[in-house]
């Protein structure tokens, strides 16, 4: 039975969440303050955590990066729950570390859509290797069992979300893929109108991928329909590697 660590200062809230993953049959077990949910996650290792924004003693953000810096929680999968709906908000909330965002009032079945996603999405991606799927192109090779990248012989660690976005685009290097796209096979739910998700997460892996971030020459935007991942061959590869060398 998967553990759901619910971390809220709302009573009515932390009880809502708590009930209704219980009946959907999830292990719940609830903290009212950020300093107790980060002690209860440390101890406890939960297969899921829902964090509140708005908490007493610490707030959701720094508890997130806190999480997100200790290498026992740094995997588990973080969905923050908040009234902060702004895209500012959203954006900083990725920043921290969550892998999803879902603002308050929400539906239940939306919730449910959203933990059943992340805990599905925490095993989905090493059973990749067994399938017929592209996991090395030119420059570029996924390392299923560990979350990383080779770029250019060098190793480069990423984030669950990091690594499956540039699976989904590899699976189409070439390609324009569209944000519903990407929306529905990555964060696993039918998609809505905001994509700044999908941008927080695009900027990160160009920070990591790119040699200008600013400029990019592989993870490219198509303006108005997507993201291209435009690879280039071993040949070129070579040549791009020999020049900067």
Not at 54 to 71: A, I, N, S, Y
Not at 93 to 122: C, H, M, S, W
Not at 198 to 218: A, G, M, N, S, Y
């Amino acid at each position: 039975m998967p553990r759901v660590l619910v971390i809220d200062d709302d009573s009515a809230i932390l009880e809502l969440v708590s009930v209704n993953l219980e009946l959907a049959g999830y292990e719940v077990f609830q903290a009212p303050d950020g300093i107790k949910g980060q002690a209860i996650a440390l101890q406890l290792l939960p297969d899921l955590i829902v964090l509140d924004l708005m908490l007493p003693k610490v707030d959701g953000f720094t508890v997130c990066q806190r999480l997100r810096r200790d290498e026992r929680t740094s995997e588990i999968p973080l969905l923050m729950l908040t009234a902060l709906s702004q895209t500012q908000n959203k954006v900083d909330g990725f920043n921290a570390g969550a892998d999803d965002y879902l603002t308050k009032p929400f539906e239940i079945q939306e919730l449910l859509v959203r933990v059943r996603a992340l805990l599905r999405r925490t095993d989905r991606i090493p059973q990749a290797a067994k399938h017929s799927e592209i996991l090395n192109y030119g420059p570029l090779t996924l390392i299923p069992e560990r979350f990383e990248a080779v770029w250019f012989s060098n190793t480069v660690k990423l984030t669950h979300l990091e690594f499956e976005l540039l699976h989904c685009l590899m699976q189409r290097h070439g390609q324009t893929v569209s944000p519903s796209e990407i929306l529905k096979e990555v964060w696993g739910y039918d998609p809505d109108d905001d994509i700044e998700t999908i941008r927080v997460h695009i900027r990160h892996l160009r920070t990591k991928l790119e040699p200008d971030p600013r400029h990019p020459q592989f993870i490219k935007t198509v303006y108005g329909a997507g993201y291209c991942l435009e690879l280039p061959n071993s040949v070129e590869s070579e040549q791009l590697e020999e020049a900067a060398s």
